[in-house]
Nanobody
C-alpha cells in the first residue's frame, strides 16, 4: 500500500510560482509512474502532468504546457510540480497519484493511489 502526501500549496498572486511536492511511502517509488491532477470547485478532476517511472518521459495538459514542470527524485521518493506564471484559473486542489503502469497516464482511472491534496489559490 502506497501513501502519498502532498505539500507546497498556498496563496500566490497571478504571475507567481509555487513548487508542489509529493512524498511517497510504503512501496517501491521508483517503480511507479506519477501524476498530478487538480480539481476546482464545481468542476471534475482534471489531468495536469505525469512522469513515467523511469523518469524518461513526461506529459502535460495543454493548459499548463510551458508553465508547469514535473520531475521526480527517486532517492527521496518524491515527485515535484514546479508551477510558474500562475493564473487565477489554476486555483484548485492539487492531487498526487501513483500508478504501476510504466508509461505516463492522463486518465484518473489508471492510477492506483492518491494523496489527499493541497490547495493552490491564485489571486488576481
Amino acid at each position: 500500500q502506497v501513501q502519498l502526501v502532498e505539500s507546497g500549496g498556498g496563496l500566490v498572486q497571478a504571475g507567481g510560482s509555487l513548487r508542489l511536492s509529493c512524498v511517497a511511502s510504503g512501496g517501491t517509488f521508483s517503480r511507479y509512474s506519477m501524476g498530478w491532477f487538480r480539481q476546482a470547485p464545481g468542476k471534475s478532476r482534471e489531468f495536469v502532468a505525469a512522469i513515467s517511472w523511469p523518469g524518461s518521459s513526461t506529459n502535460y495538459a495543454d493548459s499548463v504546457k510551458g508553465r508547469f514542470a514535473i520531475s521526480r527524485d527517486n532517492a527521496k521518493n518524491t515527485v515535484f510540480l514546479q508551477m510558474n506564471s500562475l493564473k487565477p484559473e489554476d486555483t484548485a486542489v492539487y492531487y498526487c497519484a501513483a500508478t504501476r503502469l510504466i508509461t505516463t497516464q492522463v486518465m484518473a482511472s489508471r492510477y492506483d493511489y492518491w494523496g489527499r491534496g493541497t490547495q493552490v489559490t491564485v489571486s488576481q
